[in-house]
């Protein structure tokens, strides 16, 4: 399994992951253009994609959903009420409905529920071929019944979004704050830190951290939190990774 993270920020969220059996995009926030930009980067050619999984349905994840599946005419995975949300600004005549786990060729697909500000969000641990994949954005929590589930992965791509003091003293008016540190807002770098110190094991090959905020984060801030947070169990990762907005990750394999 290999994945790359497209583009990870306020102003658009996409990653690509790969079997060999299988391609996948993660969310498309950012342009058809700018998505077919980057796969083709990588070699990958955008008819290719055999589907595109959502985490949930603001603009920032789904912006360039429209003309990419009127191109390429790829079916898009999504919960119904996701469905309820997009059906009535995207026109949608090639999807499947998903209601837990389910498997696309050789790629398990297993749903985490989020908690976030819409309908319905959905994070995802993928396996295939032995490898553990851990994907998870936009999110005020991460609810324990999945803990056990997701320790000792491969490799983790999480949310690390915003400073608590950065956001604190910012420019944000104060309802859009208490909705970021809200249970259905986004998780902060302590949040991030504490929960990948507790999940990463002897297994584990490294982690990205994604979706942080340009108002409200700076990649030291989240780097120095996860670092401080592994160091108190007497954990180390081989890699850690900072996702950008407008630069893709290398392409990884776990």
């Known amino acids: 399994m290999k994945f790359s993270v497209l583009a990870s920020g306020s102003r658009g969220n996409s990653s690509y992951i790969e079997t060999p059996h299988v391609r996948i995009l993660v969310d498309l926030g950012i342009s058809c253009a700018k998505t077919c930009q980057k796969l083709k980067s990588m070699e990958v050619e955008p008819d290719s994609i055999h589907g595109i999984l959502l985490t949930h349905t603001h603009v920032d994840h789904v912006n360039g959903l429209r003309v990419f599946m009127k191109k390429y005419h790829t079916k898009l995975y999504l919960t119904k009420l996701m469905y309820d949300e997009l059906s009535g600004m995207i026109e949608l005549d090639n999807y499947q409905l998903i209601d837990g786990d389910f498997t696309l060729e050789d790629l398990n697909v297993h749903v985490i529920k989020t908690s976030h500000d819409v309908a319905d969000s959905n994070g995802y641990l993928f396996e295939a071929s032995g490898k553990t994949l ?11 019944k999945y803990h056990k589930e997701l320790s000792n992965k491969n490799y983790y791509i999480m949310e690390s979004n915003h400073d608590v003091e950065l956001l604190m003293n910012g ?5 859009l704050k208490q909705r970021i540190l809200s249970d259905l807002g986004h998780l902060s770098n302590k949040d991030s830190s504490y929960y990948l110190s507790k999940f990463i094991g002897e297994n584990t090959q490294g982690v990205v951290l994604i979706h942080l905020s340009e108002e409200n984060n700076e990649e030291n801030l989240a780097l120095e939190s996860l670092e401080h947070a592994l160091s108190k169990r007497n954990k180390q990762l081989k890699q850690i990774m900072i996702s950008k907005q407008n630069e893709r990750t290398e392409l990884v394999e776990v």
């Open 171 to 175: 420019k944000y008016p104060y309802h």
């Open 134 to 144: 851990v994907y998870i954005t936009d999110t005020g929590y991460i609810n324990v």
